[in-house]
């Protein structure tokens, strides 16, 4: 039989049925580590560029320390935001912590331990108090959490009348710079508690729970999961892992800033919306989670080695976090459509 051009044989369509699974597969490994393949991009490329001073141990060693407070309010944001809540005052809530436990300690003379803990007891009552504007008062996370970031932010400013608190215990320094593989106890420490929470959202129910709620609130209410209590749970874990980044950044630079918290704000979002957009496609996890935090970190170290401005690292994770919004949007409404 004569076949015209646009025909296609039997063959030719086995052939197309077999290129499909390939192409699709391409696709899919692009965009779960696509984030990856950037990062290995941007280290490569600084690394040819640079090598005498981005292309080091030392300098390398200085990014993966300078992130050790960031690592944590990474995790302290990923809990609210997996239940499609934000919680913008994790860093304030970071800085609060540390002051009181710093006005405790230097200027009562505390024993640090009392003081660490009533640190750790601010930053619970921090997530008491903003659990309870979201949950039961029913204000928006974005508003609420906003609103008290400025709180928590005034009442650092009053405790220390804007004074940076520098003479924290050797104790609490000692633990939080410690050598170990010329990394720091604060990195070692920021890292054991990822992997806590990489099991608690990947293998524990209240994990998945707090994922099924982001996914589709009004099911989680329907098929029976207590839906307040577990994002009012979410935001006091938050700010429980943002105090102990308030410890661990006051041991690790031996002093703490009232006034610093807004530089801390914009970094672990936009790692956070970013890391949704690798690895678990359309999922806050925080594999991606810290790939896209090193990749920031990278980014912004590069650019200032390159003799960029101080200004520049601003704009960098600003256009980070809106184009990781921008992503995790399309891949969400995609994702829906196609479901």
């Known amino acids: 039989m004569n076949r015209g051009k646009g025909h296609i044989s039997n063959n030719d369509t086995s052939k ?32 040819l560029a640079l090598p005498h001073t981005f292309f080091t141990q030392a300098n390398f060693d200085t990014i993966i320390s300078s992130q050790s407070a960031i690592l944590l309010l990474v995790l302290a944001s990923a809990f609210p935001l997996r239940t499609g809540n934000f919680d913008i005052s994790v860093a304030n809530v970071m800085i609060f912590s540390g002051t009181v436990m ?42 609420a959490t906003l609103g008290m970031s400025t709180v928590y932010a005034g009442i650092s400013y009053a405790l220390t009348n804007t004074q940076v608190l520098s003479g924290f215990s050797p104790g609490l320094e000692r633990f939080a710079q410690i050598d170990f593989l010329n990394l720091p106890g604060a990195v070692w420490a920021g890292w054991a508690l990822a992997i806590v929470v990489w099991v608690v959202f990947e293998f524990v129910p209240f994990g998945r729970k707090l ?33 102990v980044a ?29 890391g949704a957009a690798t690895i678990q496609v359309g999922r806050i996890n925080i594999v991606g989670a810290v790939i896209a935090m090193y990749l920031l970190a990278a980014g912004v170290t590069g650019l200032e080695l390159f003799g960029a401005s101080d200004w520049v690292s601003q704009v960098f994770q600003g256009a980070t ?16 459509s196609a479901g």
């Open 211 to 243: 994922l099924f709620i982001g996914g589709n609130r009004q099911a989680s209410q329907l098929v029976g999961l207590p839906v307040r209590r577990l994002i009012f749970t979410s935001f006091v874990l938050a700010s429980l892992i943002a105090g």
């Open 102 to 143: 710093g006005v405790c300690s230097i200027n009562h003379h505390w024993p640090i331990l009392a003081a660490v803990l009533l640190g750790m007891v601010a930053a619970g009552v921090c997530g008491i108090v903003n659990g309870f504007l979201v949950v039961v008062i029913g204000i928006d996370s974005l508003v």
């Open 246 to 274: 308030g410890m661990i950044l006051a041991g690790s630079l031996g002093s703490l800033d009232p006034t610093s918290g807004t530089s801390y704000l914009l970094p672990p979002l936009a790692a956070v919306f970013l």
């Open 16 to 47: 197309l049925s077999a290129m499909r699974p390939t192409a699709s597969g391409t696709v899919n490994v692009i965009e779960r580590f696509g984030v990856l393949f950037v990062l290995v991009i941007v280290l490569v490329s600084f690394s």
């Open 321 to 336: 976090l809106v184009v990781a919004v921008g992503v995790s949007s399309i891949i969400r409404v995609r994702r829906r």
